[in-house]
């Protein structure tokens, strides 16, 4: 008689990453496994290390009405270096990127409308839910910003798209244009100046419509505690792509937006790491081991522009 091998317990599910996103002003990274949730408020100084296991996983879905999200009843595999997070099934369903695409009419809440600031020349105007705070103003990495007007989500679009139509402002920047004015983006009366009379420009063109206009509302202004207010390092690497195996380490400096800065422990200079690129992979806690299995690109500060007038 053959006696079967010992049984091997299951392995656990490993906690898999489902981003960045700020809370009553305090950047938290979160994970999943299972119907449990783990968030960690994100400390500058603080050594992390994560070793990446594949393959990468839808993370579900935020549907109208829930209170927490949905997980991804597919268990859907999704591209390792795409930009996108979840399943097409799963942003069909998702209630922030209806609300983008405007297929919610009105959910019966308050919203702000902003003007937000990245750099010069990139003034954005967008909405948030008055519940959310400057949540989405800090998870968009706004160097400062404005409340502008305030009413149902309806009249407030209708505001936004005008303030758009105008020219004065855009609904979207990419991502890599907002880094790029890391290195350079004045002073904050510069700043303040610059959003105070955008907004006074804002209000003149939203003259008749369905909205309380907020003229005393203060300018923000995220510059410092972004840890920006030299600017971004002179050089560093953006993780560009990730794999199954992958290492990432370092210490954390204060998040910019979705975005983290991590210095090396060999001085090789920071990673840069946007979050997104992390969400949906199972993360296992490692220490002491260096940062590896990533694909980089080098990151350098422009040189100045030269104004000096040509002598001939």
Same mark, same amino acid.
């Given at each position: 008689?053959?006696?079967?091998?010992?049984?091997?317990?299951?392995?656990?599910?490993?906690?898999? #990453?489902?981003?960045?996103?700020?809370?009553?002003?305090?950047?938290?990274?979160?994970?999943?496994?299972?119907?449990?949730?783990?968030?960690?408020?994100?400390?500058?100084?603080?050594?992390?290390?994560?070793?990446?296991?594949?393959? !990468?996983?839808?993370?579900?879905?935020?549907?109208?009405?829930?209170?927490?999200?949905?997980?991804?009843?597919?268990?859907?595999?999704?591209?390792?270096?795409?930009?996108?997070?979840?399943?097409?099934?799963?942003?069909?369903?998702?209630?922030?990127?209806?609300?983008?695409?405007?297929?919610?009419?009105?959910?019966?809440?308050?919203?702000?409308?902003?003007?937000?600031?990245?750099?010069?020349?990139?003034?954005?105007?967008?909405?948030?839910?008055?519940?959310?705070?400057?949540?989405?103003?800090?998870?968009?990495?706004?160097?400062?910003?404005?409340?502008?007007?305030?009413?149902?989500?309806?009249?407030?679009?209708?505001?936004?798209?005008?303030?758009?139509?105008?020219?004065?402002?855009?609904?979207?920047?990419? #991502?890599?244009?907002?880094?790029?004015?890391?290195? #350079?983006?004045?002073?904050?009366?510069?700043?303040?100046?610059?959003?105070?009379?955008?907004?006074? !420009?804002?209000?003149?063109?939203?003259?008749?419509?369905?909205?309380?206009?907020?003229? =005393?509302?203060?300018?923000?202004?995220?510059?410092?505690?972004?840890?920006?207010?030299?600017?971004?390092?002179?050089?560093?690497?953006?993780?560009?792509?990730?794999? =199954?195996?992958?290492?990432?380490?370092?210490?954390?400096?204060?998040?910019?937006?979705?975005?983290?800065?991590? =210095?090396?422990? =060999?001085?090789?200079?920071?990673?840069?790491?946007?979050?997104?690129?992390?969400?949906?992979?199972?993360?296992?806690?490692?220490?002491?081991?260096? #940062?590896?299995?990533?694909?980089?690109?080098?990151?350098?500060?422009?040189?100045?522009?030269?104004?000096?007038?040509?002598?001939?």
């Amino acid at each position: 008689m053959t006696i079967p091998p010992p049984q091997q317990p299951e392995r656990p599910a490993g906690w898999v #990453s489902t981003g960045l996103g700020w809370q009553a002003g305090r950047a938290v990274l979160g994970a999943v496994r299972g119907s449990r949730v783990h968030e960690r408020a994100v400390t500058p100084g603080a050594e992390v290390g994560w070793l990446l296991g594949g393959p !990468r996983r839808c993370v579900g879905a935020w549907l109208v009405g829930a209170a927490e999200r949905t997980p991804c009843p597919h268990h859907a595999v999704i591209d390792p270096d795409g930009g996108a997070t979840q399943c097409p099934a799963c942003q069909s369903v998702d209630r922030g990127l209806a609300l983008a695409r405007d297929q919610i009419l009105d959910d019966g809440r308050t919203y702000l409308l902003y003007l937000a600031w990245f750099g010069e020349g990139l003034l954005k105007v967008g909405l948030t839910a008055e519940q959310r705070g400057d949540s989405r103003l800090l998870e968009q990495g706004a160097l400062a910003y404005a409340f502008t007007a305030r009413g149902g989500l309806p009249a407030v679009r209708r505001a936004e798209l005008t303030v758009a139509a105008s020219g004065l402002a855009r609904e979207r920047y990419k #991502s890599r244009l907002k880094a790029e004015h890391w290195w #350079s983006h004045g002073d904050v009366p510069h700043r303040r100046t610059v959003l105070t009379e955008a907004r006074t !420009r804002a209000h003149r063109l939203l003259d008749g419509h369905a909205v309380e206009l907020l003229a =005393d509302r203060p300018v923000v202004d995220h510059v410092e505690r972004y840890g920006l207010a030299a600017g971004a390092p002179e050089s560093y690497r953006e993780i560009a792509g990730l794999a =199954d195996g992958a290492v990432i380490a370092g210490r954390l400096r204060p998040p910019i937006g979705k975005h983290l800065f991590l =210095d090396q422990a =060999d001085g090789s200079g920071p990673l840069l790491l946007d979050t997104r690129r992390l969400t949906g992979w199972t993360l296992t806690p490692v220490a002491g081991r260096a #940062s590896e299995g990533l694909i980089l690109q080098e990151r350098v500060r422009p040189p100045e522009p030269d104004t000096q007038e040509a002598l001939f």
